[in-house]
T-cell receptor
Framework: AQKVTQAQTEISVVEKEDVTLDCVYE???????LFWYKQPPSGELVFLIR??????QNEISGRYSWNFQKSTSSFNFTITASQVVDSAVYFC???????????FGKGTMLLVSP | GAGVSQSPRYKVAKRGQDVALRCDPI?????LFWYQQALGQGPEFLTY????????KSGLPSDRFFAERPEGSVSTLKIQRTQQEDSAVYLC???????????FGPGTRLLVL
C-alpha cells in the first residue's frame, strides 16, 4: 500500500528565512514518482516538481530545492529566503508505476509573515 | 494554453438534492481524474478515465456518486441525493497519459446544508 506522511501540519516563518518541508513515503514498488504541489488560498493545486525513483539527483529551481533520499524514503522541499507569496499549503504526492492515481499527504501549511 | 477548468466554482445544495460538477481538461489530455478534498486534508482519489473509458472507480464513496466522460473530453461528476458528508472540494486533473504529470483545475467547493 502507498502512504505519504507530512508530519508538519503548520510552519510559521518570517520573510527571508529558509524553511524545509518534510515528506516521507511508503511504497512496495521499485519504480515510482514523487511530486510536490502548492495550493494557495485560491484553491488550485499548482504543480511544482516531479521526480522518478531511479533519479536521486537533487534539484534546484530558483529559491526552491528538493532533496530526494531513497535510503530514508524522503523527498524534502526547501524554500530559501521565503517570501510572503510562498504562503500556501504544500502537498507531497506519490504515484506507483503501475497505478495512475496520486496518493497525497495531508499537507503542510506554510505561513510567511513580513 | 488554457488549463483545466471546472464549473461551478461554488455550489450550495440542500440535503437530498442532486448536483452535477463539470470538468474541462487540457486539450489533448487523454487521462482525467477526479479527487475529493475534505477540509484540512489532502485530495483523495475518486475515479479515473482514459479517453471515454472509466478505468478505475474504486474511490467513489457510494453508489450515489457517478462520473462520465462520454466523448473523451469533458467530464461530469454527479452526486445524487447529497448528504452533509459530501461537503468538500472536488478537484479535477488531467494528464497527457496515465504516467504523465497531472494538472489540476481550481476545484468546485460543494456545501450541502
Amino acid at each position: 500500500a502507498q502512504k505519504v506522511t507530512q508530519a508538519q501540519t503548520e510552519i510559521s516563518v518570517v520573510e527571508k528565512e529558509d524553511v524545509t518541508l518534510d515528506c516521507v513515503y511508503e511504497t512496495r514498488d521499485t519504480t515510482y514518482y514523487l511530486f510536490w504541489y502548492k495550493q494557495p488560498p485560491s484553491g488550485e493545486l499548482v504543480f511544482l516538481i516531479r521526480r522518478n525513483s531511479f533519479d536521486e539527483q537533487n534539484e534546484i529551481s530558483g529559491r526552491y530545492s528538493w532533496n530526494f533520499q531513497k535510503s530514508t524514503s524522503s523527498f524534502n522541499f526547501t524554500i530559501t529566503a521565503s517570501q510572503v507569496v510562498d504562503s500556501a499549503v504544500y502537498f507531497c504526492a506519490l504515484k506507483d508505476s503501475g497505478y495512475s492515481t496520486l496518493t497525497f499527504g495531508k499537507g503542510t501549511m506554510l505561513l510567511v509573515s513580513p | 494554453g488554457a488549463g483545466v477548468s471546472q464549473s461551478p466554482r461554488y455550489k450550495v445544495a440542500k440535503r437530498g438534492q442532486d448536483v452535477a460538477l463539470r470538468c474541462d481538461p487540457i486539450s489533448g489530455h487523454v487521462s482525467l481524474f477526479w479527487y475529493q478534498q475534505a477540509l484540512g486534508q489532502g485530495p483523495e482519489f475518486l475515479t479515473y478515465f482514459q479517453n471515454e473509458a472509466q478505468l478505475d472507480k474504486s474511490g467513489l464513496p457510494s453508489d450515489r456518486f457517478f462520473a462520465e466522460r462520454p466523448e473523451g473530453s469533458v467530464s461530469t461528476l454527479k452526486i445524487q441525493r447529497t448528504q452533509q458528508e459530501d461537503s468538500a472540494v472536488y478537484l479535477c486533473a488531467s494528464s497527457l497519459g496515465p504516467q504523465e504529470t497531472q494538472y489540476f483545475g481550481p476545484g468546485t467547493r460543494l456545501l450541502v446544508l
